[in-house]
C-alpha cells in the first residue's frame, strides 16, 4: 500500500470515530469520500485525481444522502416533565374557580392548581381533560360524558 492510501486510510478512520462521537451524519461521508479517494491511490491515481475523488464522493453523498437519512431518522421528540399532562384526563380534588383564582386537579397521583379553560367553575370530582399549562396551572377543560 502507498502512502498516500496509507493517508486516506488514516483519514477514513478519523472520519469515522468522529462520526460515531457525534452521530450528527456529517463526517461519514467523509469516510466515505477517503475511502474513495485510497482506492484510487492503491491504482496509482495522481494526488489531485485522489483529492477530486475524495471531494466529488464526500459532497454527491452529503448533498444526496444525508437530507434522505435525516429525514428517516427524525423522531417525534418526547414530552417531558409536566408537558407529558396535556391531553390526560385528571379529576377535581378542588372547587375550580376561575373569579377566586382557586382550583386543584389530581393527575398521575399529584396535585396541580387548575384553572378553566372557559373560566366557567367545575365542582369537585368533575373528570376533566388538561388542555394547556399557563405558569404552573394547568388549564382544564371538563369531560363531557
Same mark, same amino acid.
Given at each position: 500500500?502507498?502512502?498516500?492510501?496509507?493517508?486516506?486510510? *488514516? &483519514? @477514513?478512520?478519523?472520519? !469515522?470515530? /468522529?462520526?460515531?462521537?457525534?452521530?450528527?451524519? =456529517?463526517? $461519514?461521508?467523509?469516510?466515505?469520500?477517503?475511502?474513495?479517494?485510497? *482506492? &484510487? @491511490?492503491?491504482?496509482? !491515481?495522481? /494526488?489531485?485525481?485522489?483529492?477530486?475523488?475524495? =471531494?466529488? $464522493?464526500?459532497?454527491?453523498?452529503?448533498?444526496?444522502?444525508?437530507?434522505?437519512?435525516?429525514?428517516?431518522?427524525?423522531?417525534?421528540?418526547?414530552?417531558?416533565?409536566?408537558?407529558?399532562?396535556?391531553?390526560?384526563?385528571?379529576?377535581?380534588?378542588?372547587?375550580?374557580?376561575?373569579?377566586?383564582?382557586?382550583?386543584?386537579?389530581?393527575?398521575?397521583?399529584?396535585?396541580?392548581?387548575?384553572?378553566?379553560?372557559?373560566?366557567?367553575?367545575?365542582?369537585?370530582?368533575?373528570?376533566?381533560?388538561?388542555?394547556?399549562?399557563?405558569?404552573?396551572?394547568?388549564?382544564?377543560?371538563?369531560?363531557?360524558?
Amino acid at each position: 500500500m502507498t502512502s498516500a492510501g496509507i493517508f486516506w486510510i *488514516i &483519514a @477514513a478512520v478519523l472520519f !469515522a470515530v /468522529i462520526e460515531a462521537a457525534t452521530v450528527a451524519l =456529517v463526517t $461519514v461521508w467523509f469516510a466515505v469520500g477517503a475511502l474513495a479517494a485510497a *482506492i &484510487a @491511490a492503491q491504482f496509482g !491515481a495522481s /494526488i489531485l485525481f485522489q483529492v477530486g475523488t475524495f =471531494v466529488v $464522493v464526500s459532497a454527491i453523498l452529503l448533498c444526496v444522502t444525508r437530507p434522505v437519512f435525516k429525514k428517516i431518522s427524525v423522531k417525534k421528540p418526547q414530552r417531558t416533565n409536566a408537558d407529558r399532562f396535556i391531553g390526560e384526563e385528571a379529576m377535581v380534588i378542588k372547587k375550580i374557580d376561575d373569579i377566586n383564582n382557586d382550583g386543584q386537579v389530581k393527575i398521575a397521583g399529584q396535585v396541580w392548581s387548575a384553572v378553566s379553560e372557559d373560566k366557567s367553575p367545575l365542582e369537585e370530582g368533575t373528570i376533566v381533560k388538561v388542555i394547556a399549562i399557563r405558569g404552573v396551572k394547568l388549564v382544564v377543560e371538563p369531560i363531557n360524558s
